[in-house]
């Protein structure tokens, strides 16, 4: 099984930064891709932005674009997510996931990390 351990949410205030990570574990396995998705109470889940993970190209939500930044370390198997100029309606429980090689879609997810932004 792959296992993935968020870390790095919590409270700030707009305008202010935070940086997720997400460590990926388990057995062997070879990455397509890794992303960020968040989601808030009566609402669905949403993509945030992704990586590739050989190459490094990058995608994000237009809601994010310009503010948030994933990066990814290789040999950690880790996923960055550095959020600058929050709103407050970036708050939501933040999830990172991974497309494996093997797979089809994003097959594997976080726990979660709840992120909120007061004004």
């Known amino acids: 099984q792959v296992q993935l351990a968020e870390s790095g949410g919590g409270l700030v205030q707009a305008g202010g930064s935070l940086r997720l990570s997400c460590a990926a574990s388990g057995r062997t396995f070879s990455i397509t891709r890794m992303g960020w998705f968040r989601q808030v109470p009566g609402k669905e889940r949403e993509f945030v932005a992704s990586i590739v993970w050989s190459g490094g190209s990058t995608a994000y939500a237009d809601s994010v674009k310009g503010r948030f930044t994933i990066s990814r370390d290789n040999a950690e198997r880790t996923v960055y997510l550095e959020m600058n100029s929050l709103k407050p309606e970036d708050t939501a429980v933040y999830y990172c996931?991974?497309?494996?090689?093997?797979?089809?879609?994003?097959?594997?997810w976080g726990q979660g990390t709840q992120v909120i932004v007061s004004l």
């Open positions: 996931s991974l497309w494996p090689r093997s797979g089809v879609g994003y097959d594997y």
